[in-house]
């Protein structure tokens, strides 16, 4: 059993807890298994893991419903309540974030998605916590491009764990750039998706775009940077906390990870999972939780991440 604070942000408590339609209610009538309890502008929740980021996914809905709308109701509110409110909150054509190579339109396709679009509006760190498929890290990608493009920032920085799944780098053949590429593969599949092969191998050699492991942020600065930290769930305590300092001037933050895919050992505790709870109240922060709703790719994916739930 774990605990966890979820603050009501971008809404007016009052507006959560005194609607016209008892909210707490339907929530703690369809989550049986968590304990809901308000306390001033958030919520005390008890229960597993993987139960409370589904209720913090159905949290972030309605908020976004509320703000985005005049009223609530009880059709629309148990849609969203029993994930069936894709549809009710999301505009139909998904949001263009760019236009990458041939002009092919780089789309925030889901809901959770374009919540991590609006997230960057308005703050200098985003953190973006689901499964696999959601689009977590392409979307970050996107929007680091999007801020290259625009001058927002000078340069990229991808980084992600070095070593996951109990996998060693000192056994891959080849130099240290041979042993890091597999790793760092999803990262380059999105950028030649956004930027041109030429133009992308010219950022890199110049240093605008750089692809390094988390290790070598360390005693660094990272100012006019769009930083994206892939695969944090595989973070240490130490290692999050070294990273989420290494925020410089003019710079923006993505934390994406996925907490059902932790490869740390057992006496060990994710950092990711640690900074989901320490960083909820603070200004200039959000996060987003993303579910099997935001996947985009083959449609069993979906289908396998709801079978593996289920069995929790």
Known sequence: MEKFEYYIKDLHPSDFFNSDIDILKSLKKFYKKI?????GDKLLLEGENTDIL????????????????????ESNLNQIINGKGEKLLKPNTGRVILYGNNKKKIKAHTLNQIKIVEAFENNDMVFAIGPAGTGKTYTGVALAVKALKNKDVKRII?????????????????DLKDKLDPYMQPLYDALKEMIQDEKL???IN??????????????????????I?????????????????????????MITGDTGQIDLPKS??????????????????????????????HKLVRSIIDAYNSKK
């Open 35 to 39: 304990k809901i309890i308000p306390r």
């Open 158 to 174: 991808l980084t992600r764990p070095a070593v996951e799944a109990g996998e060693n780098l000192g056994f891959l053949p080849g």
């Open 229 to 253: 930290l892939d695969e944090a769930q595989n973070t240490t305590e130490n290692q999050m906390k070294m990273f989420l300092t290494r925020m410089g001037k003019k710079a923006k933050f």
């Open 201 to 203: 191998d010219d950022y």
């Open 54 to 73: 589904k209720l913090c996914v159905v949290l972030d809905s309605l908020i976004y419903f509320m703000r985005h709308n005049e009223d609530l109701n």
């Open 206 to 227: 110049r240093g605008i775009i750089e692809i390094a492991p988390l290790a070598y942020m360390r005693g660094r600065t990272l100012d006019n940077a769009f930083v």
């Open 268 to 297: 060990s505790m994710s950092g990711l999972k640690q900074a989901n709870v320490l960083l909820q109240k603070i200004d200039g922060i959000d996060i987003v939780y993303l579910d099997g709703s935001d996947v985009i790719r």
